[in-house]
């Protein structure tokens, strides 16, 4: 049980956006930008010029079903969109169509693993709004003169997952927003790997203060850096008698701190009214249809792995926490064996893809299933398997090529016996620890046949072989 | 009951500059919108359906069908100030 000594309860305002789909949210605009100059995906409607008019998306609204239930939450009988008023240069109309008290969906909630288990994060809502444009400041913030805006940003569709404040330290946000981003590729709505695809802003509060909103955090990591920041923030202000108020702070990702925004705007200035041209949604009666063709979301996943291939739950939930490495190792486990795969995938191929930051894509699955092979047909040690991995995501090649090259073939039992005979003979002290009962002796003679075979022979046999002569 | 303080923060929301004259003018006038509003409070809506949208009408879509948008040169037409294909604005902080 999770004692959380400093009360800290975080929620979090989660903005993802509906890159995927071929058109803005109101207009015909394509969401095609990325590689294009500024202001070249505009119309009079993301741009707001007066007497355009918004039309809905229709498949904006179907993502924003899907969202919902894979969120676990209601669709809603009733949903429309309001204004939120407010002059900044990202919005061309003076203005931000959003949703308020009418939401697509609300009331549900996802699984995480929390600092004691299996940890219930409630979403209160998750709801529809518009994207502002981009803004860019020549130099630094503070000191640029002006403000340079491209709006083909400007109109992309936008869901706000608001969660409840039940997460209760920033490893939990992470792990959060981990899950969250996990379960919207699964939906296939987004691709997380576009620019400002996935934005969020925290709520913390810690016992006897109020919460701070941070903004401008754009990354898992810069998250749990800011909460981090934050609680060292308002635990000082409380320790030395101070008073933690409600405030909005910017979050500086260099320098890794909050800054309080100074801002006269409050929450009931944004004087929301219901947007006069777009009408009603009564679209509750989709969510059956929609339910049906949701695809497998990654707890169901992990649970059919376990049965399905008999591997553990901890390989199961490694290889389902991101979309395109449970397709990697299903596509293996067709053909090898699905518990080797499983290992090999979640123990060795994830740890070298992280420490050199890449993803799956940056590793072929024949690769995979070469070495597998090569390792079940004993022609080439662990080590040496993890040699190839490593070669392959340096240098490239193929496993047969780097086999070759680096003489990793397995070497014969006579020359692992001839090693060991010699290591026995060199290393009186560790044969004679070794008899007296130090186990550990062992590994200083494995060593040594290790190195008489340049570590081609397979370090379990070489164990073994010891052990047989030693006995 | 609105203040000349509430017009001044009003006219400031929405970026609007009010002189003294403009104040002494305006507040009695917004108050006497809301007191009408005071009056349509007044009555009895017991039994009826509250409305949400001015529009009686629901779900009207447009499908996921991309139509060209503006050319950068007639996006960038509007605007005071452009460098580099963006439009300039003054710095807002
Ligand atoms: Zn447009």
Redesign the interface.
Known sequence: MYENPDGVMIGLEVHVQLNK???KVFC???TDYHND????????VC?G?PGSLP???????EAAIKIGLALNCKVEE?T?FYRK?????DLPKGFQITQYD?PISSGGYIMIEGEDGEHRVGITRAHMEEDPGRL??EGT??K????????NRSGMALIEIVSDPDMRSPKEARRYLDKLRNILEYLDIFDGDLEGALRVDANISIMGGQRAEIKNISSHKGAERALLFEIVRQKNVLRRGGVVVQETRHFDEAREITLSMRS??EAH?Y?YF?E?D??????SGWAPAIKEMLPELPDARRMRFVEQYGIMDDHAKALTSERKVAIFYEEVAKIADPKISAVWICDVLKGELNYRDLTIEAFRKEDMLSVIELLMSKKITEDGAVDIIRTLLDKGGSPEEIVKEKGLLKVEGDIVSTAAEEAIKENPVAVSDFKAGKEKALNSLVGSVMKKTKGRADARAAREILLGKLG | MITKKDLEHIG????LELSEEDREKYTPKLNSVLDYFGELDKADTGGVEPS????P???????????A????EE??S?APKN???????????
């Not at chain 1, 100059?37 to 009079?44: I, T």
């Not at chain 1, 640029?144 to 709006?151: E, H, N, R, V």
């Open positions: 789909l071929k058109t015909g605009c394509s100059p500024p202001n070249s995906h505009v119309c009079p741009l010029l039309v809905i998306n229709r498949k904006a609204v009733h429309q008023n407010y002059y900044y240069p009418f860019v400041h913030i503070d640029s003169k002006y403000t340079l805006i491209d709006y006269k705007e200035d004087r219901p006069p777009l009408v009603p949604l009564k679209i | 400031w929301l929405s970026r949400y949208h001015v529009m009408m629901s779900n009207v879509f447009r499908e996921d069908v991309p139509i948008s503006l050319s950068q996006a960038l509007n460098q580099d294909g963006f439009i300039k604005a003054p710095r807002m902080m």
